[in-house]
C-alpha cells in the first residue's frame, strides 16, 4: 500500500494510456510544425555498450508555442524514477510560452513500465540514451535550431553526464547546447582533466533526503572552471519533488532509500567500454546489482513535499539559463 500511496503522490497522480507506438508510424525525421505524438527508434539499454542490445520503440510528445516563428530553439524533458506525470505539464506549458518547442518523453511506455519503486528497473544512463536518439531525430527537423536537455532526479543523470565530452562523443556528432537537472542523483565523477564544453544548471533542494544535495556539490566543486559551464543553485528548504502539487503537504516513506553514503563504493562512473562501474572497480550491468548496490549505498527514511517558493524559483532560474547560455549563445 505504501508504494502504491508513493506511485500516486510523488508522481503526480499517473494517467493511465496505451501505448501509441502501437498504431503510429515510427519517425526517423520529423518536419511537422504542429503539436503531435512521435514515435521512434532507441536502444533498450543499462549502459553506453549497446553491444547485443535490441532496439525498441518509444514516443514522445511533441509541443510547439502558439506564436509562430520561422526557427525554434528545442528542449527535450526526460522524466524521474515515477514515470510522465500531470506536474510535468507545466514546464511544458513554461518553455512554449518562452518559445521553446518541447518534446517531452515517456521512457517507460515502450518499456512495459509504470514507474519503479526499486530506482534499479532502469538507469538513468538509460534515459539518457533515450535522450540523444530523441536528439539526433530533433536535429532533422528544418525549424529547429538549438537544443537543451531537462532531466528529473534520475533522468537528471544525463544532463549532468552530457556535461562530458567523453561520454557525449560516444552517442552523438553534435551535442545539447545547454541542460538542466533538477534535483537530480549526482552519484558520479571522472578524473578531473576531462574535457567539458555543454552548459549544465544543477538545481538542489537542501532538504532533499533521497538523492541529497552534497554529491551535486562536490561534482560542481570538482569540474567548475573559469568559464562557469556548470551553474549551481540550492535551494533552502526545498525537499524531493518540490515541484509538484500533489506532494503539498509532504509525506514521509520509512523505508525508502536516503542516498546519503558518499565514498569510492558508492560513487560511479563509465568506463572505456561504455559499462557503469563504481571506483573500486565493480560493475553495475543491470537491475540486480544496481539494486544490490543501492541498499548497500543508502540509509531508509525520506520525506517528500512540493514547495511553491522553490517551484517559482526553478522556474525562473531555467527561463533565466537557457535565455543565457541557449538563445544568446
Not at 20 to 48: A, G, W
Not at 203 to 217: A, H, V, Y
Not at 238 to 260: E, K, Q
Not at 289 to 301: F, I, M, N, Q, V
Request: charged share 20%; hydrophobic share 35%; with cysteine.
Amino acid at each position: 500500500m505504501r508504494y502504491l500511496i508513493l506511485a500516486f503522490l510523488f508522481s503526480g497522480c499517473a494517467i493511465f494510456r496505451s501505448d501509441p507506438c502501437m498504431n503510429n508510424i515510427v519517425k526517423s525525421n520529423l518536419s511537422s510544425s504542429s503539436n503531435t505524438t512521435v514515435c521512434f527508434k532507441t536502444v533498450d539499454s543499462y549502459d553506453l555498450n549497446y553491444k547485443n542490445k535490441q532496439k525498441i520503440n518509444i514516443y514522445g510528445n511533441l509541443y510547439f508555442p502558439e506564436v509562430k516563428a520561422k526557427q525554434y530553439n528545442a528542449v527535450i524533458l526526460s522524466h524521474g524514477s515515477g514515470g510522465l506525470r500531470r506536474y510535468h505539464k507545466k514546464y511544458v506549458e513554461l518553455l512554449n510560452s518562452a518559445g521553446y518547442v518541447v518534446f517531452q518523453l515517456d521512457h517507460y511506455m515502450g518499456r512495459n513500465i509504470r514507474y519503479d519503486k526499486t530506482f534499479s528497473k532502469v538507469s538513468g544512463i538509460t534515459f539518457m540514451n533515450d535522450a540523444y536518439f530523441a536528439l539526433n531525430l530533433l536535429r532533422t527537423h528544418p525549424k529547429i535550431n538549438k537544443i537543451a536537455y531537462i532531466g528529473w532526479s534520475q533522468g537528471g543523470v544525463g544532463p549532468i553526464l552530457s556535461h562530458f565530452n567523453h561520454i557525449s562523443t560516444k552517442l552523438t556528432k553534435r551535442n545539447f547546447d545547454a541542460s538542466v537537472a533538477i534535483y537530480p542523483y549526482c552519484g558520479f565523477t571522472f578524473n578531473k582533466i576531462v574535457k567539458t564544453d555543454t552548459p549544465l544548471l544543477i538545481i538542489t533542494g537542501r532538504s532533499d533526503d533521497l538523492t541529497p544535495e552534497k554529491s551535486c556539490q562536490n561534482l560542481h566543486e570538482k569540474f567548475q572552471t573559469a568559464d562557469n559551464l556548470i551553474e549551481y543553485i540550492s535551494i533552502e528548504d526545498a525537499r524531493h519533488g518540490f515541484d509538484n502539487p500533489f506532494l503539498f503537504f509532504g509525506i514521509t516513506f520509512d523505508d525508502l532509500p536516503s542516498l546519503n553514503i558518499i565514498n569510492d563504493e558508492c560513487t560511479l562512473t563509465i568506463t572505456d567500454n561504455g559499462e557503469i562501474m563504481n571506483l573500486n572497480g565493480r560493475l553495475i550491468p543491470g537491475p540486480a546489482e544496481s539494486e544490490k548496490l543501492l541498499k548497500e549505498c543508502s540509509t531508509p527514511g525520506v520525506t517528500v513535499q512540493y514547495s511553491r517558493r522553490a517551484t517559482n524559483l526553478t522556474f525562473e532560474a531555467i527561463v533565466n539559463f537557457f535565455s543565457e547560455r541557449l538563445n544568446n549563445k
